[in-house]
């Protein structure tokens, strides 16, 4: 018989990271048009009143940002709010006070916020200026930097605010 032995830390971080997923997706889905930052309607407009900032001529029409070569639709998955769901969940499913876990979702929000803003202002010039680029860009090269911030966030929120002020063990 195989015996299996389980963390339980480990069991709880996962069950509470779940339904912190689930709950947040749910809510993100429900109530999208109340939620001021992170619908496909802010960011639609917060783009094009950027781009439109720094001398790039476009219109907006609902979602869609028109330039003359190109265009950019703003769907859900363009607003951040999956990695805000993503990094919260990280944040409440870990062993920390709740101080410090506030500390890190009121971190976390806005960091996203303008890495995703930042990120959309960066593919809309590359999709006007080398659309060739865009997809490349779009799919894989900017989806991996999303990730890799996300995960960068929350394991400098655990080294620089859960774990500061713990001594540390010298062998």
């Known amino acids: 018989m195989i015996k299996i032995k389980f963390n339980k830390e480990m069991v709880k971080f996962i069950v509470v990271f779940a339904a912190s997923l689930a709950v947040l997706y749910f809510v993100s889905i429900q109530f999208e048009s109340y939620i001021p930052i992170f619908n496909m309607r802010s960011t639609a407009q917060v783009l094009y009143f950027s781009l439109k900032a720094i001398g790039i001529n476009a219109t907006l029409e609902n979602y869609q940002i028109i330039f003359s070569n190109f265009s950019v639709d703003i769907i859900r998955q363009c607003t951040g709010i999956f990695e805000v769901i993503a990094i919260i969940s990280c944040i409440v499913a870990f062993p920390a006070a709740v101080k410090k876990k506030i500390i890190g979702v009121s971190l976390a929000i806005p960091l996203i916020y303008f890495f995703n803003m930042a ?50 063990i010298e062998a």
């Open 119 to 168: 990120r959309l202002i960066f593919l809309s010039l590359l999709g006007i200026y080398s659309s060739s680029m865009f997809e490349i860009a779009h799919e894989y090269l900017l989806q991996l930097t999303f990730l890799a911030v996300v995960v960068f966030y929350w394991l400098f929120w655990i080294d620089k605010v859960v774990k500061k002020n713990v001594p540390s």
